[in-house]
């Protein structure tokens, strides 16, 4: 089937040079991805509408903010979404955590094969890294619900007053932990005309 590898406005101008690296990486995950289980059996526009652009929009809100030369993790990446696109067209050093050893090897494979240098995969568990790390920038599509993370930071909110947290969601989030933290949702389209969200987060 085919399918249009669309990039929306707000990501052209930052892509456009790399179709060809996302291109590969989508083919990857159509066929490598699904097999081994790394995403649920989807169509090719889905996932590059849904998994591709989606990711991209990550790293349009890392670039905005100006913040590129923090550490970057992708907690519970499972196929590599969002660090693999955001890897791709950005070229910053990103680390990729999934506590599942099988999708580690998966990634490392995938890596060295399409020789994504500044992409590097690592097994851990991601509650870890967030009650150790200082002045890094933390990635998560899909990882878990809001009201956990937010309580998971509740809790470690000491180290983590450096930390941005950028995280997907969705129109009805509430924040229910408004003095400790701020939140800021951005809503964009994925293609011709479905919208998603992305909150970041960073403490008061
Ligand atoms: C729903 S999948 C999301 C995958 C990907 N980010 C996406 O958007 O498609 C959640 C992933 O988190 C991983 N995971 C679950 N608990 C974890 C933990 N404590 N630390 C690291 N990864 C974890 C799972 O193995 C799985 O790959």
């Known amino acids: 089937m085919t399918f249009n590898p669309q990039i929306p406005s707000w990501g052209k101008d930052f892509s456009e040079n790399y179709i060809n690296e996302l291109l590969s990486y989508h083919s990857w995950l159509s066929t490598t991805g699904i097999k081994t289980g790394l995403i649920s059996p989807k169509n090719n526009q889905f996932i590059w509408d849904e998994f591709i652009v989606h990711s991209l929009y990550f790293y349009k809100i ?95 909110i000491d180290n983590n007053k450096k930390n941005t947290f950028i995280v997907s969601s969705n129109a009805d989030t509430v924040n229910n932990l408004e003095d400790m933290f701020h939140v800021k949702q951005e809503k964009f389209l994925i293609n011709n005309n479905e919208y998603r969200y992305i909150d970041v987060i960073t403490v008061k």
């Open 62 to 156: 890392v670039n905005d903010l100006n913040i590129l030369s923090q550490n970057i993790f992708d907690l519970g990446t499972g196929g590599g979404i969002p660090g693999i696109p955001f890897g791709i067209v950005s070229n910053q050093e990103i680390t990729l955590i999934d506590i599942k050893q099988k999708r580690i090897f998966e990634l490392e494979r995938l890596i060295s094969a399409q020789k994504l240098s500044n992409i590097s995969a690592i097994k851990e568990d991601a509650e870890i890294l967030l009650k150790n790390n200082e002045h890094t920038i933390f990635l998560m599509r899909c990882y878990i619900p809001h009201s956990s993370l937010m309580n998971l930071l509740e809790k470690n």
